[in-house]
């Protein structure tokens, strides 16, 4: 109940806590962020025996410009719900490490009620909590880091208006069934053993490595990892003596982690393709465009019908895309801006 009651606190207090959090409107729509999850898919998950109030868990990769959502069906794992393509994202491959770098974060974040914001300028919002405990410890700075609508990108998610509003319905039903906090996995792409190759040069692959770590569990067992931080990195599913460690800088505390043999050998046939790949093929150490990314579902529209069209498709108030030619090849540039 109490959770139940913090998601229809009065508007006037969203829109104070809005304001703190970035990306407020000055236009009210109070029924924005009270909008049922469209039937359709809410029949797709009667039919995956899923219900509304079940957890999910979300997923974000940038070189695809995708964004997922996973939820837990009557076997207690995870099965995907559905896929959305990504209108913009920007800065590069790697993670957010400074406010002002333009980077939209890499790394598991927890997001919980109070961190989605009905009254984004973006129609609708929820933070990611960046910087996370880890990159607190690190010295990462930044703030109001979202998922929004829109096609607009200044280290945010921007996932256009139509997208945003089944993303945030389906969020929010998931907390008001129970679910604490979600989980948002964040990734820089899909993290399959081709693609390891193809970055293998790239200055963030010791970071990326960790993050597929987690990746891999999740691939595997269909559930969330438990995450904790030391050593200056993630660390997933570890049972540590004495509690969690308290500063994700000192030395990991001794710890057991539990082995599954389908994880193993998950793992060890990623690495034997690695090192197989690796004597061969061509290392990509950078992302394709200049600035961020646009799924190519988007970008076809970008190119076809310019900025202002796009804008007017993926935004009820036209906010522009940012940035249109960074995500077209050199030589085409965006029409219309």
Not at 74 to 92: E, F, H, I, N, V
Not at 172 to 180: D, I, N
Not at 186 to 197: E, K, L
Request: aromatic share 8%; hydrophobic share 40%.
């Amino acid at each position: 109940m109490k959770l139940l009651r913090r998601l229809a606190v009065p508007l006037t207090v969203l829109a104070f806590s809005a304001a703190l959090a970035g990306c407020v409107s000055s236009v009210l729509d109070a029924d924005r962020g009270i909008k049922p999850i469209p039937a359709k898919l809410v029949s797709q998950m009667t039919a995956r025996q899923m219900k509304p109030s079940d957890p999910i868990v979300v997923r974000v990769f940038k070189e695809e410009s995708e964004l997922e959502i996973w939820k837990r069906d009557r076997s207690g794992r995870y099965a995907l719900l559905k896929t959305y393509p990504m209108c913009r994202w920007s800065g590069q491959l790697g993670p957010k490490k400074r406010s002002g770098d333009r980077q939209a974060p890499e790394g598991f974040y927890q997001v919980s009620a109070n961190m989605l914001n009905p009254l984004s300028q973006y129609y609708l919002s929820f933070n990611l909590g960046f910087p996370n405990r880890l990159e607190s410890a690190l010295g990462y700075t930044g703030e109001a880091l979202m998922v929004h609508g829109a096609c607009s990108s200044s280290g945010c998610y921007a996932m256009t208006d139509d997208g945003v509003a089944e993303i945030y319905a389906i969020a929010r039903e998931a907390l008001r069934g129970g679910q604490t906090s979600f989980q948002v996995q964040a990734f820089p792409f899909r993290m399959t053993a081709q693609n390891m190759v193809r970055h293998r040069n790239d200055p963030n692959m010791a970071f990326w490595k960790n993050l597929k770590e987690g990746y891999d569990i999740f691939d595997v067992a269909r559930r969330q990892p438990k995450v904790s931080a030391c050593a200056r990195r993630y660390v997933f599913d570890a049972q540590f003596e004495g509690g969690e460690p308290s500063d994700p800088l000192a030395a990991c505390p001794p710890m057991t982690i539990a082995s599954d043999p389908a994880l193993i050998a998950k793992r060890e046939a990623d690495e034997r393709a690695i090192e197989a790949a690796s004597t061969g093929g061509t290392a990509m150490s950078m992302h394709a465009y200049a600035d961020g990314g646009m799924h190519p579902s988007f970008r076809a529209m970008l190119q076809q019908s310019g900025a202002k069209e796009l804008a007017k498709k993926t935004s009820r108030t036209r906010v522009p895309v940012s940035r249109p030619d960074a995500v077209l090849p050199a030589d085409q540039g965006a029409p219309g801006n």
